[in-house]
């Protein structure tokens, strides 16, 4: 009976599928002009090779204070070359922090600021009226290329890479997948429906079959360095932007297909050893990206950037018999405290470096490290208006251009004194966290039942090692919280109930009040659509939405 059941569910919605579904999505835009005022420089259009890693946290690589009990000796090079930022901030979790890479806009100002980052079957996504990099970009003649994740957006194509300006996608849509076989599992959505699980690797609008079985970076690898070659022969070239987007070394926690065992063999943690060879397997072939743009004669001209999504997420789940529910994973943030997913240092301050070709960074700036305080909302205005002249509308971005503080010379002590930074809104500010001068100040934990299921809320807060021993100082308690972060970065010491803290609390809350009323946009709807499922779309988690 209950197979029967399922059947005549499937019959219904792939007749629904067929049709126009009716949903209510926000289409305005998508053929229109760019809600903004652009007025493109004339100098030069330089390539911009942009590398998002994802969940890596502070002392996941080994550069210098990062200090990880393995070595990334490419990434630490592009380090050591470039221009490390040492006061680099982003929004808590994934696609947050994406949405906020490629708008220009905080994640509250799209309503992509839940900490359950959009879950797989909901038509969230960047609204239409917000135009991306790339939208931007593309008026100026760059071509532009993804690889690699997501994570913003497919209930329809328009909300796919290739509908929101990339000219190519070549990877998933979701935020975590196998990394052989390149499935996903949902949770159920309904009592009648077994447990979907669908394929996610496509090539533009197609499911690539053919790369089933094989290693995630193997697959980007061998397609970057095809687009690469066929860019480079290319006689008339458009300028190049290229989004490397990984899928490591977020979870699940799967050996690489070639294991650089004497980097890792000292490990005594198996999950802790499997996921530095995971890393040092990614940062082997990050090598190889930066030497084929050299060879081919591409780098000169190439602004590069690297960056994590957010903090690394320690193993803090199973330290609360907590079984179920909960992503595992083996990061580490040290000294920091938390990490991914909440409002301490360790899943906000974010590993970032920017380099290039000699056309690029000055030499006299290689090796050097900048104090700008800067966020993810930076990238968009930095490179439009810093890196290439443009002209924005003044007030549109929610980030600021911090091209001069990075490479101009220009003093950072007034902006780091009195640019407000946004941290994170969420539910209409229950959650959240602001920066400004010394100070920091955020109110949580989160209340949410969806996460606070497990009574864990108030467990997470500690310091991890990476050895994953036993967590410390992890008794924390309160919903308020502020420090010093200039003169105490490892937030050891709540100033919320001394003479600064009474002085300072209510004027972030009106702050952040005064956010909510100014810019602000509610979580997006993330319910989960029956349209969606796999076995209505050959097995695939596939668009299902005609706009």
């Given at each position: ?334 000294p920091y405290r938390g990490g991914k997913a909440t409002l301490f240092e360790g899943a906000l301050k974010a590993v970032g470096a920017i380099n290039g070709g000699r056309n690029i960074i000055p030499q006299n700036l290689r090796g050097s490290s900048s104090n700008v305080l800067m966020h993810a909302v930076d990238w968009v205005p930095t490179?439009?208006?810093?890196l290439l002249h443009w002209k924005l509308t003044d007030g549109y971005m929610d980030g600021e251009n911090v091209w001069d503080y990075l490479i101009n010379g220009e003093s950072i002590n007034e902006f780091n004194e009195n640019r407000l930074l946004y941290l994170d809104i969420e539910k209409n500010g229950e959650f959240a966290a602001v ?113």
């Amino acid at each position: 009976m209950k197979s029967l059941v399922l059947a005549t569910i499937l019959m219904i919605f792939k007749f629904i599928c067929k049709t126009k579904a009716q949903h209510t999505v926000n289409t305005n835009r998508r053929n229109n002009p760019l809600p903004v005022d652009i007025i493109p420089g004339h100098g030069p259009q330089p390539n911009i090779l942009w590398m998002v890693l994802d969940d890596f946290g502070w002392r996941d690589i080994s550069y210098n204070d990062h200090g990880a009990e393995y070595m990334t000796p490419n990434i630490d090079n592009l380090m050591s070359t470039g221009i490390e930022l040492k006061n680099y901030y982003v929004h808590p979790t994934c696609t947050p922090t994406r949405a906020a890479f490629l708008t220009g806009q905080y994640s509250f100002s799209l309503g992509l600021q839940y900490v359950d980052t959009m879950p797989i079957g909901t038509t969230e996504h960047i609204p239409f009226e917000n135009p991306t990099i790339m939208e931007l970009l593309k008026v100026n003649g760059y071509k532009n290329e993804m690889i690699g994740k997501w994570h913003l957006g497919y209930a329809s194509w328009e909300m796919t890479p290739i509908g929101r300006g990339f000219d190519n996608h070549y990877g998933y849509f979701q935020d975590a997948e196998q990394y052989y076989n390149h499935t996903v599992i949902s949770p159920k959505p309904d009592p009648l429906v077994e447990l979907p699980i669908g394929y996610d690797f496509w090539d533009n609008t197609n499911p690539d079959w053919s790369v089933k079985g094989t290693y995630s970076t193997d697959i980007f690898y061998n397609r970057f360095e095809q687009v690469i070659r066929e860019h480079a022969r290319e006689s008339d070239r458009s300028p190049l932007f290229m989004y490397m987007s990984f899928q490591t070394v977020h979870t699940p926690m799967e050996y690489p297909a070639v294991q650089f065992d004497q980097r890792c063999n000292h490990i005594a943690n198996t999950n802790r050893r499997i996921y530095c060879l995971k890393i040092v397997y990614q940062d082997f072939f990050i090598g190889q990206m930066i030497e084929l743009y050299k060879v081919l004669g591409l780098w000169d001209d190439t602004l590069f950037i690297l960056t994590t999504d957010n903090g690394g997420m320690p193993d803090w789940s199973n330290r609360t018999g907590i079984s179920g529910g909960v992503a595992q994973s083996f990061g580490c943030n040290m000294p920091y405290r938390g990490g991914k997913a909440t409002l301490f240092e360790g899943a906000l301050k974010a590993v970032g470096a920017i380099n290039g070709g000699r056309n690029i960074i000055p030499q006299n700036l290689r090796g050097s490290s900048s104090n700008v305080l800067m966020h993810a909302v930076d990238w968009v205005p930095t490179i439009m208006e810093g890196l290439l002249h443009w002209k924005l509308t003044d007030g549109y971005m929610d980030g600021e251009n911090v091209w001069d503080y990075l490479i101009n010379g220009e003093s950072i002590n007034e902006f780091n004194e009195n640019r407000l930074l946004y941290l994170d809104i969420e539910k209409n500010g229950e959650f959240a966290a602001v920066r400004q001068g010394n100070y920091k100040y955020f109110t949580g934990p989160r209340n949410d039942p969806l996460i606070c299921r497990f009574d864990i809320c108030l467990l997470y807060h500690g310091y991890y090692p990476c050895d994953q021993s036993l967590p410390y100082d992890t008794t924390l308690n309160g919903t308020e919280f502020l420090y010093d972060i200039i003169n105490d970065p490892y937030e050891t010491t709540n100033l919320r109930d001394t003479v600064i803290g009474q002085r300072l609390i209510p004027y972030f809350q009106s702050k952040i009040q005064e956010r909510i009323q100014t810019k602000y946009m509610v979580e997006q709807d993330s319910t989960f659509h029956l349209e969606s499922l796999p076995d209505l779309h050959d097995g695939t988690w596939a668009p299902w939405l005609n706009l």
